[in-house]
């Protein structure tokens, strides 16, 4: 069975510096993946998704993630964060199996951005 | 532009009491989901439906049922509430087919308190 890990639980980042947020998978074949962002009392908002092809991957926003498969990641980042990206964010990890279609969540991390 | 359609939004309970939760989609889409999102937990898949007429159990299927009533609704009961089910409730929606599987697409919520 797939999972995911979001290793960090909380970030603080200023406004303007770059940010990462990392992500790890475990799943025995190519998985979909997914960055989704959620604002306070909102649903989830899809960033990107990776399904083949370029491991780079643009999303809204400003953000891109890398799909990386020797590490099992897909981290995302943004080169300079703006206060209105101060969100929770999920990656997930999407896959078939024999009921259909499967998606897992990490716990999410939080983002705060300080002026 | 409705996408994914949730009701109701708030909801307090008794313990004991049912209630149904309601979902709609207007895109077409074969694949419906419920999720709770509780804190430091992530998302957790309590119910899926991979077509019309078909519903399988997720990671947290006790104490709920499902009904997938047409292609566009997938509802959800909670027959006895307890204070565990307490949570955000998300539906959600994707496109499958036998080798892709598309991302989701979720409604905005529902948040419900029992007492």
């Known amino acids: 069975a797939q999972s995911v890990t979001q290793p960090d639980i909380h970030i603080t980042v200023s406004e303007g510096a770059s940010l990462e947020l990392r992500c790890n998978y475990s799943?025995?074949?190519?998985?979909?993946l997914f960055w989704y962002v959620q604002s306070p009392g909102q649903g989830l908002q899809l960033l990107l998704k990776?399904?083949?092809?370029?491991?780079l991957v643009q999303g809204i926003k400003g953000f891109e993630a890398e799909f990386k498969r020797s590490q099992s990641s897909f981290n995302l980042r943004k080169p300079s964060v703006h206060w209105s990206d101060a969100a929770e964010y999920f990656c997930?990890?999407?896959?078939?199996?024999?009921?259909?279609?499967?998606?897992?969540f990490g716990p999410g991390t939080r983002l705060s951005v300080l002026p | 532009n409705a996408g994914v359609t949730q009701t109701p939004k708030f909801q307090v309970l008794k313990t004991g009491q049912s209630m149904t939760l309601q979902c709609a989609q207007d895109?077409?889409?074969?694949?419906m989901y419920w999720y709770r999102q509780d804190p430091g937990m992530g998302l957790r898949l309590i119910y899926y439906?991979?077509?019309?007429?078909?519903?399988d159990k997720g990671e947290v299927p006790n104490g709920y049922n499902v009904s997938r009533l047409n292609k566009r609704e997938f509802s959800l009961r909670l027959e006895s509430a307890a204070p565990s089910q307490t949570s955000v409730y998300f539906c959600?929606?994707?496109?499958?087919?036998?080798?892709?599987?598309?991302?989701?697409?979720f409604g905005e919520g529902s948040r419900l308190t029992v007492l």
């Open positions: 959600a929606s994707s496109e499958t087919t036998g080798v892709y599987t598309g991302e989701l697409f």
């Open positions: 799943y025995g074949a190519t998985p979909y």
């Open positions: 990776y399904f083949s092809g370029d491991t």
């Open positions: 997930a990890v999407g896959a078939l199996d024999n009921y259909g279609q499967n998606f897992v």
């Open positions: 895109m077409n889409h074969n694949s």
């Open positions: 439906s991979a077509s019309e007429g078909t519903t």
